[in-house]
Nanobody, 127 residues
């Protein structure tokens, strides 16, 4: 069982930066793939960035590539999302998610594969 708690959301102007953090509790954190998803009102949940199992190879959605950076610290059980050059279209609730080794068959990019989710943190980018 993994418990995830996000922090770091807030209000920022266009072009600004925010850093989201996700703290995980539970055993074997390094064995989980971790990801950040976001969901804006009226839209489906969207994958933003993922960090693969153990070696933490990052993958990004095209919409955030070059602006966002995902990083994980297996010693601290955390995964962060550094967001730069923020745009109004980045406004959403951001969720941290964990995918257990048993569910590797879902792959890293599908929300339905992730079995643990945080409560979400609001990011609002004003124009």
């Amino acid at each position: 069982q993994v418990h995830l708690v996000e922090s770091g959301g807030g209000l920022v102007q266009t072009g600004g930066s925010l850093r989201l953090s996700c703290a995980a509790s539970g055993p074997n954190f390094s064995s989980y793939a971790m990801a950040w998803f976001r969901q804006a009102p009226g839209l489906e949940r969207e994958r933003v960035a993922t960090s693969s199992w153990k070696n933490g190879i990052p993958f990004y959605a095209d919409s955030v590539k070059g602006r966002f950076t995902i990083s994980r610290d297996n010693a601290k059980n955390t995964v962060d999302l550094e967001m730069n050059s923020l745009r109004p279209e980045d406004t959403a609730v951001y969720y941290c998610a964990a995918l257990s080794p048993a569910r590797r068959g879902y792959g890293l990019f599908r929300a339905e594969g992730y079995d643990y989710w945080g409560q979400g943190t609001q990011v609002t980018v004003s124009s």
